[in-house]
């Protein structure tokens, strides 16, 4: 099973909201990553959690509040986004420990309004 | 930090005909991935290819690490093989992705 489950598919929010994203893996991978990917743009690298520790924080702006629960789980809270936070959302895994691939899940369209 | 060029931007085909997708990086690495985003924005692996030749049906890919390029090589192209198809490369501690810029395909029937 190589499959990384992402929710919600859709949301749309006003910027005095607060909600979560959602992003879960049952592969055993102890990496998992949030990206940002705007239309006609690649994916550009947001958050790194290795082991449920941060390792990487791409100077994302505290409205975005990343949390990793357990080894399977990772959210993304979001509060006072700006319309130009309008975006994919991406999460990947990767094992970490015998390969870097990185296997995405489906993405979460969100528009701030 | 590693640039990542991809050749050509937009590619047009008509289905049936063969492609070749290029991806080129400035310094050495030590694997590379090939993805898929199809238009839903799912994002599906390729190829895991850091160096020589892997195939996966009409799809194969070679990656010449020497010279710092990889080949996408798409055959009996079908519509469903339309989207954007981007090549990565891993930089700092092998676990942020450099995207290139990506080349959209669109097959027409």
């Known amino acids: 099973d190589t499959e990384v489950t992402q929710t919600p598919k859709h949301l749309v929010m006003g910027m005095t909201n607060k909600k979560s994203l959602k992003c879960e893996q049952h592969?055993?991978?102890?990496?998992m990553y949030w990206y940002k990917q705007k239309a006609k743009k690649p994916p550009e690298l947001m958050f790194v959690y290795s082991y449920e520790k941060l390792s990487i924080n791409e100077s994302v702006p505290s409205r975005f509040s990343p949390e990793c629960p357990n080894s399977s789980l990772l959210n993304l809270h979001l509060h006072a986004l700006q319309p130009e936070d309008s975006a994919l959302y991406l999460c990947?895994?990767?094992?970490?420990?015998?390969?870097?691939?990185?296997?995405f899940g489906p993405g979460t369209r969100l528009t701030v309004t | 930090g590693i640039q990542v060029e991809q050749s050509p931007p937009d590619l047009i085909l008509q289905e049936g005909a063969n492609s070749t997708l290029r991806c080129n990086f400035s310094d050495s690495v030590n694997n590379l991935q090939w993805f898929h985003q199809n238009p839903w924005g799912q994002l599906i692996n390729l190829f895991y290819?850091?160096?020589g030749t892997k195939q996966n049906g009409r799809l194969s890919a070679t990656t010449v690490a020497t010279e710092r390029y990889s080949l996408l090589y798409i055959s009996s192209s079908q519509t469903t093989d339309s989207g954007v198809y981007f090549c990565?490369?891993?930089?700092?501690?092998?676990?942020?992705?450099?995207f290139g810029k990506g080349i959209t395909l669109s097959v027409r029937p």
């Open positions: 990947a895994s990767s094992h970490w420990e015998t390969s870097y691939e990185q296997y």
């Open positions: 592969m055993g991978h102890r990496a």
């Open positions: 990565a490369v891993p930089t700092g501690a092998n676990s942020k992705l450099t």
């Open positions: 290819i850091p160096s």
